[in-house]
C-alpha cells in the first residue's frame, strides 16, 4: 500500500495522541519530532527524531530531503519560533500544512480573571505589595518574576529552572500532568497561594487549577496566546484535536493514492 510520509512537530499531548493513532497504520510513515527539551520526554509508537532542525530553511531542507507529504504542527500554543518556522518551510518547498489549535481556555461565571497579551505585563498586574504567587508558565519565561522579587514564587514546570533563572524567593514543584482538581487544591491551600499566574495553554491536563482557583475565588493573571503565523496561499488546514488530524490525513492519503493509480 502506498505510504504517505509525515512529518508531526510535537511536544504536545495532541501530538502524543496523534503519533497513537498514526502508530501501525499501514496507510502512513510518520516521523515525530521532539524539541529535546525535557530530561525524560514520553517516547511514542512511531520513529521519532529529536532536537532542532536550524531555523526555516533547515526545516525545508529536511522536509526535500525526506520527501515529505505532509507536515503536521501539533506544538505547544505558546512554541511561536517553531510553528512561523513551519509556515515558512511549507510555503519554500509546497509542503501542505496541517495545524492542530487546542481550543483556548474560556472564561467562566465566577472567574476572577486579568487578562494580558505576555510576560512582562504578568509580572507587572501582580502588583507592589508582596504576594504569593502559583507560576505555571514553564520555565523559559521567568525573567519578569526575577524583576520583581518582592514576591514569593512557587514555580511549577516539568523540570526544574536553572537556578540562574530563578527569582530569590522560589520554591520549586517539578510535576507532570494531568493534575487532578483535588491536587490543585490542596497545592493552593498549602502553599496559602494568593494569585496564580498562568499560559493560556488550554486543554484538560492543566486545567484543574483553574477551577480550584474558581473554587478558592482566586485571581488569576492568564497570558493569552502568541497569534498563528498567517497561512494565506498555502494548502493549509486547522483542526482541534488528535481525531480531526487523522481525517485530514486520511483524505490527504486517498488523494495520493487516486493520483499514483490516476484516477
Ligand atoms: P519555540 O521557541 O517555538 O522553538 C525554538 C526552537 O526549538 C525552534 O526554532 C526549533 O529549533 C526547536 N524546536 C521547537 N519545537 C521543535 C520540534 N517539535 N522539533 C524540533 N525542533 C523544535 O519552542 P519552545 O517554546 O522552546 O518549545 C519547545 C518544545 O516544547 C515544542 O516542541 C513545544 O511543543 C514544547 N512545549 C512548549 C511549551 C511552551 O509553553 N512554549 C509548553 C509545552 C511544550 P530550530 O530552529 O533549530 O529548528
Not at 55 to 64: C, F, K, M, N, P
Amino acid at each position: 500500500m502506498r505510504q504517505l510520509k509525515i512529518l508531526l512537530l510535537g511536544g504536545t499531548g495532541e501530538a502524543s495522541a496523534l503519533a497513537g493513532l498514526l502508530a501501525n497504520d499501514p496507510r502512513f510513515a510518520p516521523m515525530l519530532s521532539l524539541a529535546g527539551r525535557t530530561k525524560t520526554p514520553v517516547l511514542p509508537a512511531i520513529p521519532c527524531r529529536i532536537g532542532g532542525f536550524g531555523g526555516a530553511a533547515g526545516l525545508a531542507q529536511y522536509l526535500r530531503d525526506q520527501a515529505i507529504e505532509s507536515l503536521v504542527v501539533a506544538t505547544h500554543p505558546f512554541a511561536a519560533q517553531i510553528r512561523r518556522n513551519a509556515v515558512d518551510a511549507a510555503r519554500a518547498t509546497g509542503t501542505p500544512l496541517l495545524l492542530i489549535e487546542r481550543p483556548a481556555w474560556e472564561r467562566q461565571a465566577g472567574d476572577r480573571w486579568t487578562e494580558v497579551p505576555d510576560m512582562e505585563q504578568a509580572a507587572a498586574a501582580l502588583g507592589p505589595a508582596p504576594r504569593r504567587v502559583l507560576l505555571t508558565i514553564g520555565r523559559k519565561d521567568l525573567a519578569p518574576f526575577v524583576a520583581a522579587p518582592w514576591h514569593d514564587y512557587v514555580i511549577r514546570s516539568v523540570d526544574a529552572p536553572p537556578p540562574e533563572f530563578l527569582p530569590p524567593h522560589a520554591r520549586i514543584i517539578t510535576a507532570r500532568g494531568p493534575f487532578t482538581l483535588e491536587d490543585d487544591r490542596r497545592l493552593l491551600r498549602d502553599a496559602r497561594i494568593e494569585w496564580i499566574v498562568t499560559k493560556n495553554s488550554g486543554g484538560a491536563a492543566t486545567h484543574a487549577k483553574l477551577a480550584a482557583a474558581r473554587e478558592l475565588r482566586l485571581p488569576v493573571i492568564m497570558v493569552a496566546r502568541p497569534p498563528w503565523p498567517d497561512v494565506s496561499g498555502l494548502q493549509a488546514a486547522r483542526v482541534s484535536d488528535a481525531e480531526g488530524a487523522l481525517a485530514w490525513l486520511a483524505a490527504c492519503h486517498d488523494a495520493a493514492s487516486s493520483a499514483k493509480r490516476g484516477v
